[in-house]
């Protein structure tokens, strides 16, 4: 009997075939492959204009190029030439006080606004918008109004001279020393809100157990926030400095819009430097330098934060 069944089985085995894949048919096909025809065209020319002309100004930055791209081989020549003016030392120095206040005042004010609104008060709801609506605006928007309310002929100091307070001033706008400090402000304006999201996104996300069990310890709201909420918030705090480093690094638009990089030179930062003896001086290759240097700059700041989210994903 065991035999039998045993024949009967091999047989039945035998005798069975795999089912063939059944190809898709025509609809199905186009179906998959219209998204990759719509998406090429975008996916071409980003790959043109973004990373091709990157490649290109690369090049630039190693050949004598002035008024036109020219191919003649130059080495590290624009380079040398770039750290020995002494506008692109004022440019730095000015993108070191710029972002390292923008930074910080920005991230300050954003965690502050943050746990005011994490507090669940009233009125959360339309204090937020509110907040964030500087961040809809475009930087040249932004720059061409707060131009205006600093102007001394103008605004802020006219304003307080109508009304009868002769002795106010602030004239920053128009001072070397301190006309640095006005797109500080104009860009913590605009950015603090959005550092406000991220940071409240991170405070919404953290475990209420947590904070119930550090209360029935005894623990105050001091040391809660500082040992307990803030450390977890660490990832907001590494996307924000990565998205502001960004923004401070590759500001163009607000400094032209609110001091045009003066008066003199005391606004100049990279951006504005780089497109000044590109198309104004006719020094593209020294102007393809610059954009290469500000290019590692962000790339340095880029890269191990994408390493770092990836290995985590991982």
Not at 81 to 108: E, M, P, V
Request: net charge positive; with cysteine.
């Amino acid at each position: 009997m065991m035999v039998d069944q045993t024949t009967s089985s091999v047989a039945m085995a035998a005798d069975y075939q795999a089912p063939t894949a059944v190809k898709p048919d025509l609809r199905t096909r186009l179906q998959n492959l219209i998204p990759k025809l719509v998406l090429s065209p975008s996916l071409a020319l980003i790959l043109v204009f973004v990373y091709g002309f990157i490649i290109f100004s690369v090049y630039l930055s190693f050949t004598g190029s002035r008024i036109l791209p020219v191919y003649d081989w130059v080495g590290l020549e624009n380079y040398e030439k770039l750290f020995q003016l002494r506008h692109w030392s004022i440019a730095i120095k000015n993108l070191g006080i710029f972002a390292g206040l923008y930074i910080a005042i920005c991230t300050a004010i954003g965690l502050s606004l943050a746990i005011f609104l994490d507090q669940k008060i009233r009125g959360e709801g339309f204090l937020r918008p509110i907040f964030l609506y500087p961040m809809a605006l475009s930087f040249i928007v932004t720059g061409t109004a707060w131009k205006w309310f600093l102007d001394p002929g103008i605004g802020l100091e006219h304003t307080m001279h109508l009304w009868g307070w002769e002795s106010f001033e602030f004239d920053w706008i128009k001072n070397r020393d301190f006309a640095i400090y006005t797109v500080v402000i104009a860009a913590v304006w605009q950015t603090s809100g959005f550092v406000m999201a991220m940071f409240l996104a991170g405070l919404r996300g953290i475990d209420n157990e947590i904070l119930k069990a550090a209360q029935i310890d005894g623990a105050s709201n001091w040391n809660m926030y500082r040992r307990i909420i803030i450390p977890q918030l660490r990832p907001a705090f590494l996307s924000a400095f990565v998205i502001l480093s960004h923004l401070a690094i590759k500001s163009y638009d607000l400094v032209v819009a609110l001091t045009g990089g003066g008066p003199g030179r005391a606004t100049e930062v990279p951006a504005t430097f780089m497109y000044s003896y590109t198309f104004t001086r006719n020094q593209m290759g020294i102007g393809a330098s610059s954009a290469v240097i500000m290019l590692m700059t962000i790339a340095a700041i880029m890269v191990p934060y994408l390493y770092a989210e990836l290995r985590e994903k991982k």
